[in-house]
T-cell receptor, first 113, second 112 residues
Framework: DTAVSQTPKYLVTQMGNDKSIKCEQN?????MYWYKQDSKKFLKIMFS???????INETVPNRFSPKSPDKAHLNLHINSLELGDSAVYFC????????????FGEGSRLTVL | SQELEQSPQSLIVQEGKNLTINCTSS?????LYWYKQKYGEGLIFLMM?????EEKSHEKITAKLDEKKQQSSLHITASQPSHAGIYLC????????????FGKGTLLTVNP
């Protein structure tokens, strides 16, 4: 059983399109995250949700909108894609009062042409 | 905001050699986490250090936390090709477990 699963794994699209990445965790964790890893492998947090509530929003453009229908799911929707959005997006989860041990998905590689 | 500086940025070693990766924080460390990433995969949690002077081991990987220096080191003994990957250190910001900031990573190559 995959603990944190993301779909799709690869996504190639044109500038200006809208796309979504889905994430699901079966660990029973309360907190979920979206991280972005750029071409230089720098991993930066974008959003964090705790029990479906947004708790971290790291100055990400409004074109990025996370949605958490329940605490096991955190989806990322991106409007009007730009070239600079090309990156690997990682979903992660952790216990609410956990030790900072994050469980990561395998990543979704987004390429914007 | 907290920044984590890792050194070296990349490292190539011969199988069997020992190596050390360092992680230095710009602010007080409330907890330091080491992760490993293989190409095309997500990050795998290695270990967490919370107290100054704490040292933990996972197989042939040992990590130490020097709270005064706001620094942690990761040491691999008798490296193997399976150790190859990107090693990232992460730290909680201001004691919060919700937000983990990562260093830029150290790319380790182990030649057989």
């Amino acid at each position: 059983d995959t603990a944190v699963s993301q779909t799709p794994k690869y996504l190639v699209t044109q500038m200006g399109n809208d796309k979504s990445i889905k994430c699901e965790q079966n660990l029973g964790h309360d907190t979920m995250y979206w991280y972005k890893q750029d071409s230089k492998k720098f991993l930066k947090i974008m959003f964090s949700y705790n029990n479906k509530e947004l708790i971290i929003n790291e100055t990400v453009p409004n074109r990025f909108s996370p949605k958490s229908p329940d605490k096991a799911h955190l989806n990322l929707h991106i409007n009007s894609l730009e070239l600079g959005d090309s990156a690997v997006y990682f979903c992660a989860s952790s216990q609410q009062t956990g030790t900072g041990e994050l469980f990561f998905g395998e990543g979704s590689r987004l390429t914007v042409l | 905001s907290q920044e984590l500086e890792q050194s070296p940025q990349s490292l190539i070693v011969q199988e069997g050699k020992n190596l050390t990766i360092n992680c230095t924080s710009s602010k007080t460390l409330y907890g330091l986490y080491w992760y490993k990433q293989k190409y095309g995969e997500g990050l795998i949690f290695l270990m967490m250090l919370q107290k100054g002077g704490e040292e933990k081991s996972h197989e042939k990987i040992t990590a130490k936390l020097d709270e005064k220096k706001q620094q942690s080191s990761l040491h691999i003994t008798a490296s193997q090709p399976s150790h190859a990957g990107i090693y990232l250190c992460g730290a909680g910001a201001g004691g919060s477990n919700y937000k983990l900031t990562f260093g830029k990573g150290t790319l380790l190559t182990v030649n057989p």
